[in-house]
């Protein structure tokens, strides 16, 4: 199975900080690497698709780049809505996995 | 609108069965893939199946291979989770959601774009 782990696990930031959230893949993954959002007691959101490529509706502070094992998620300028968990997972092998999450916390 | 909504959840003790249902609306169901994907208490997302649009394709996680059956009645608009010799490990928030696939010649790329709320799942004796 594919491995997939997020890094830092959690963080602390302001509103209007960049923030980066890491994902490493155990094997090659191409671009098959989606990105979601969950805020608690609610369901996952889609956030970025295609390791790059942002879903409708998601502002355009999020973004997405990587490709091979190596990903990472961007918030350009962190809103007070924007305080959640991040997951990636991968897509590429016909069993699915997520990282273990990164939760995004107010300093 | 599309939506999806969860059921059947509920304690069962260990060892035991439960068969969740995903009804799906606002949308051509018979036209996408399907997923379930699972919570533990203050744990992580895990997916745990994944089926084609006409059946004919099934893959699990390896926890759940030989336990678990994800089946869907397209002229229903839902679709299922059989749970069988159920362990406290299974115990969470049970999520189906919608597979949009984008096919290329050189790739094809599968994501989950809508979810429903849930439906919580505890095995205790």
């Known amino acids: 199975d594919i491995q997939m782990t997020q890094s830092p696990s959690s963080l602390s930031a302001s509103v209007g900080d960049r923030v980066t959230i890491t994902c490493r893949a155990s094997q090659s993954i191409g671009t098959y690497l989606n990105w979601y959002q969950q805020k608690p007691g609610k369901a996952p959101k889609l956030l970025i698709y295609?390791?790059?490529s942002l879903q409708s509706g998601v502002p355009s502070r999020f973004s997405g780049s990587g490709s091979g094992t190596d990903f990472t998620l961007t918030i350009s300028s962190l809103q007070p809505e924007d305080f959640a968990a991040y997951y990636c997972q991968q897509s590429y092998s016909t069993l699915w996995t997520f990282g273990q999450g990164t939760q995004v916390q107010i300093k | 609108e599309v939506q999806l909504v969860e059921s059947g959840g509920g304690l069962v003790q260990p060892g035991g069965s439960l068969r969740l249902s995903c009804a799906a609306s606002g949308f051509t169901f018979s036209s996408y893939w399907m997923s379930w994907v699972r919570q533990a208490p203050g744990k992580g997302l895990e997916w745990v199946a994944n089926i084609k649009q006409d059946g004919s394709e099934k893959y699990y996680v390896d926890s759940v291979k030989g336990r678990f059956t994800i089946s869907r009645d397209n002229a229903k608009n839902s679709l299922y989770l059989q749970m069988n010799s159920l362990g406290a490990e299974d115990t969470a928030v049970y999520y189906c959601a919608r597979v949009v696939v984008v096919i290329a010649p050189y790739y094809h790329y599968y994501y989950m774009d809508v979810w429903g709320k849930g439906t919580t799942v505890t095995v205790s004796s």
């Open positions: 295609a390791a790059s």
